[in-house]
């Protein structure tokens, strides 16, 4: 079945160190792959989008993802979070001439001073 | 001003009422889709239409009814409201050479 997996719950992270959130998915061809971020009281922002091309994708807010096909893998980064970073992270995936999306559960980000 | 509208942002109703979100959009976005979220599941497909005669149910259709009024509205009823219908709705637009989707607000929808 196709599914799209954030294993991480929750992380916490310091301000000013890096991120690394992981989004893995289970489909039969290369989707198209997004992450959204969604702040308190907020609708969800789109961050980056990979259709095709180069597999490292630069974003808003200095967030880049990088796609792996070998893993099934997008996987999101920035190398120096800010305070206000802190939100709730989707990754989104689409397939071709379907323009639905499924998303996964979402990762919480908290920053610490 | 804002391109995705939702109303109403927040709504407490009690069991068994019926009860309409409404979506609007200044985007010029063909496809709508209204989806819900709840905390650990991420968000689940409710409806979605792309244009105003074309209506498909999503993923989780049951207990939910729409409208799409026009090009730019899509109306999300519940036509008797239980309490697991506790969640947060949002509505999105997409246009039809893209897969990109652009959120609402959302609604907070609370069934006592």
């Known amino acids: 079945a196709q599914s799209v997996t954030q294993p991480d719950i929750h992380i916490t992270v310091s301000e000013g160190a890096s991120l690394e959130l992981r989004c893995n998915y289970s489909?039969?061809?290369?989707?198209?792959l997004f992450w959204y971020v969604q702040s308190p009281g907020q609708g969800l922002q789109l961050l980056l989008k990979?259709?095709?091309?180069?597999?490292l994708v630069q974003g808003i807010k200095g967030f880049e993802a990088e796609f792996k096909r070998s893993q099934s893998s997008f996987n999101l980064r920035k190398p120096s979070v800010h305070w206000s970073d802190a939100a709730e992270y989707f990754c989104?995936?689409?397939?071709?001439?379907?323009?639905?999306?499924?998303f996964g559960a979402g990762t919480t980000v908290t920053v610490r001073a | 001003d804002a391109d995705v509208t939702q109303t109403p942002r927040n709504r407490i109703t009690k069991t068994g009422k019926r009860i309409m979100l409404e979506c609007s959009q200044t985007?010029?976005?063909?496809?709508m889709y209204w989806y819900r979220q709840d905390p650990g599941l991420g968000l689940q497909l409710i409806y979605y239409?792309?244009?105003?005669?074309?209506?498909n149910k999503g993923e989780i259709s049951d207990g939910y009814s729409v409208s799409r009024q026009a090009q730019a509205k899509f109306s999300l009823s519940l036509e008797s409201a239980i309490p697991n219908q506790t969640a947060l709705y949002f509505c999105?637009?997409?246009?039809?050479?893209?897969?990109?989707?652009?959120f609402g607000p959302g609604t907070r929808l609370t069934v006592t």
């Open positions: 999105a637009t997409s246009d039809s050479q893209g897969y990109e989707q652009y």
């Open positions: 489909y039969g061809a290369t989707p198209y």
């Open positions: 990979y259709f095709s091309g180069d597999t």
């Open positions: 989104a995936v689409g397939l071709s001439n379907d323009y639905k999306l499924s």
């Open positions: 985007k010029g976005h063909d496809r």
């Open positions: 239409s792309f244009d105003v005669k074309d209506i």
